[in-house]
Structures are given as C-alpha cells and as structure tokens.
C-alpha cells in the first residue's frame, strides 16, 4: 500500500504557497484565486487522510468544503465586482476608506 | 504514485506562477493547472465522485466565474509594481518560509502509520458509500449547505443589482446632450473616427492619420490602447509616401482596361491634393476641422 505522506508535504506545499500569494499580490482577484489555492491544498489533505484512514469522513469533508468555497466564490466576485464599480479599481490597497 | 510524481512538479511550478505572473488571466489559466491536477490526485486517492465534482464545480464553475469577473473588470486590472505599504512583500515572503518552516517541522513529527486504504469502505461503490454517510450522518450538515447555497445567490444578486436613480436617457436625451457638449466644450457631435482608413492598413489596432499626418488617438479603442497593443503610427505615414509614390508613377495599372486606369488616376490626383494641403498648413488650422 503506498504511503500518503507526499500528497500531505504537496498540500502544506501549495498552502504556504497560497499564504505568500495573499499577503503579497495586489488585485484583489488574484488574492481571491490564491485563496482556493489554500483551499483546494487543504482538500487535498482531507482525502489523503481519508485513506489514510479507511474512512470516508475525510472526503465528505472535503466535498463541504467545496461547496462552502462555491457560495465564498459567488459572494467575494460579487463584492469585488461591487467595488470596481464604484471605485474602478480592483486592487486591496485602494479600498482603505475605513483605514482611520 | 507515477501520477503523484509527474504532476506535483507541475502543480507547484503552476502555484508558484501564480505568485509571479502578471495578468489575472494567466492567474487563472495557471489555477486551472493546479486545480485539474489536484482531480487527477483525488482519483489517484480512490476518490472518483470528488475527482467528478473537483472539474465540473472547480474548474468548470468557479473558474469559469473567475474568468468572467477577469473580463468584467477589464484590462487596468494587471497588478501595480508599486508597494504601497514598504517592506510589506519582504515580510510576507518571510512570513511565508515561516509557515513553510512550521509545516515541515510538524510533518516531519509525525508518523502516519501503514495505510488503510478505502478497499473496505469504497464496497459497493464509492459513490454510494458517500451517499450512504453524507444522508445518515451528516443529513443536518447537507440541508443547512442548501440555506448556506441560496443566502450566497440572494447575495450576489442584491450585490450585483444596481438602482436605477436617474432617468433612462433616451434618443432625444442622448441627442440633445451631443449638441449641449458641441455648444459648451466644443466636442464633436458626430461618431468617433474609424480606425486605420487609409492606403495599406484597416486594421483595428492602427489609429487613423489626420490630415497632418499624426495619428488621431480617438480613433482606437480604449481597451487597446490600454493593452499596450496599438501601432505606431508614425511608420504607416511613411508607408503613405510610398503609396503616393508608387500611384504617382507612370505605370499605374497600364495592363487592365478603362475602369482601372480611371481609377488610379482618381487616386493620383487626391493625394497630390492632400500633399499640397499638408505643406500649406504645418499643424495649422487642418486638424482642428477634422477633430
């Protein structure tokens, strides 16, 4: 049986990865995708634990967190779409009305 | 594991272009990678049903949505260079290793055990064993993602909604502001110049020359001036010369009948016309007409 322990070191993998693009890139839908990056790293651990385990919690797990990740989805364009609008200007660092 | 070993180059290489690309459009290209691979992977893991939903909900529906708020917001949506709060991609890069260094050092103390394997549970059916957990155990959980489903399309469709507060504009509206702009700021009423008429080039990314030879920046779209993709006019004015050139000489279309011959000679004669124009007023009055 082969061991699971790569598909958890690829998933801290693309986490970190995820982390550093949120803190680092400026549009607010590239900060947005690297979000589901984490996301998606995190569901990938779910269901190697899930074998890990024998079990099938892990990808029923997994499968509520793509569900929750679609309605984020729906609802962060909309607020980001929202904010173009308003401001033309999808970058984080414009939206700072409620900086002071 | 040959899978494993095959596409978690890939992904990582596709994550990391994330962080370095500049356009949301390649972003999300590269999102694809990683989120088809990471489907492959679930089926590597005996997970069919999450391998199926992972491409039609990931990567058919969320990038999808993705890509239509990329086209939505346009073009000025490209990352700026500039920090605006100093040191801040320093210390999110460190903070990163941080996290990475933290991750390892915990993996690096645990020890998983021999695996199990799903051969047990998937019996019968990965998809029916799923279903068989996801209606017993977590039926609570299930019914409450359907209320978690509608706030999220009541609230993309009151965020997207935008009130009307001012009455439609209508023709006469339209019109009668074309003709209050032309009064007070001397804007031209008419449509905007078409891109590119002249001798060689029709293309939509040349810009029109005025009668002095300039190129009339109203005349491209926005959008592309933007992109960066519009061509320099300056080198299709020489063009220009050697069309007029080449029309001035004697052998014009000598080989054709009456019709061709009637033809060039009508084009000899305008720009000869529109040359002697064109010494007559350097930068003068000519522009201001045609703008």
């Known amino acids: 049986m082969t061991d699971v322990t790569p598909y ?81 200007s999808a970058s984080v660092d414009d939206a700072s009305l409620l900086k002071y | 594991m040959t899978a494993f070993w095959i596409l978690a180059p890939i992904m990582v290489i596709a994550a990391l272009g994330i962080l370095f690309v500049r356009k949301a459009v390649h972003a999300a290209l590269l999102l694809a990678v990683v989120m088809i691979s990471i489907a492959v992977l679930y089926a590597v893991l005996e ?36 920090e605006t709060i100093r040191g801040q991609r320093v210390l999110a890069v460190l903070a990163g290793l941080g996290l990475g260094v933290v991750l390892a050092v915990g993996l690096s103390q645990i020890t998983l055990g021999t695996v199990v394997g799903l051969e047990n549970a998937n019996e019968g059916g990965n998809v029916e064993a799923l279903a068989n957990i996801l209606f017993s155990r977590y039926v609570f959980a299930f019914e409450t993602t359907s209320a978690l489903l ?68 109203t ?27 080449a029309l001035a000489g004697p052998d014009g279309g000598a080989s054709s009948g009456g019709d061709q011959s009637a033809g060039s000679g009508y084009n000899t004669e305008n720009p000869s016309t529109s040359a002697e124009t064109r010494e007559s007023t350097p930068g003068g009055e000519e522009p201001e007409v045609s703008r």
């Open chain 2, 150 to 217: 509608i706030t999220a399309a009541v609230g993309a469709m009151v965020l997207a909604h935008r009130e009307r507060l001012t009455p439609k504009a209508r023709q006469p509206e339209t019109a009668a502001q074309r003709m209050r702009d032309y009064a007070e700021h001397g804007k031209h009423p008419g449509p905007l110049p078409s891109p590119g008429v002249y001798a060689r080039h029709n293309a939509v990314d040349t810009p029109a020359l005025l009668p002095d030879g300039s190129p009339a920046p």
């Open chain 1, 8 to 88: 958890i070191v690829l998933s801290a993998i693309l986490f970190t990865i995820g982390c550093v693009g949120v803190l680092t890139r400026r549009n607010a839908i590239v900060v947005f995708m690297c979000i589901e990056l984490m996301l998606n790293s995190c569901n990938l651990a779910l269901v190697a634990f899930a074998k890990q385990h024998g079990n099938l919690d892990g990808q029923i797990a997994a499968f509520f967190v793509m569900v929750v990740a679609a309605a984020e989805v729906v609802v962060g364009l909309a607020i980001i779409m929202t904010i173009f609008r308003t401001r033309r």
């Open chain 2, 47 to 82: 997970a069919p049903f999450l391998f199926a939903v992972q491409i039609i909900v990931y990567t058919g529906a969320i990038l999808m949505l993705f890509l239509f708020v990329v086209m939505l917001v346009g073009v000025d949506a490209s990352d700026s260079v500039v």
């Open chain 2, 219 to 245: 005349s491209v779209s926005r959008v592309l001036t933007a992109r960066g993709t519009v061509r320099s006019a300056p080198a299709f004015a020489d063009d220009i010369e050697d069309v007029k050139a």
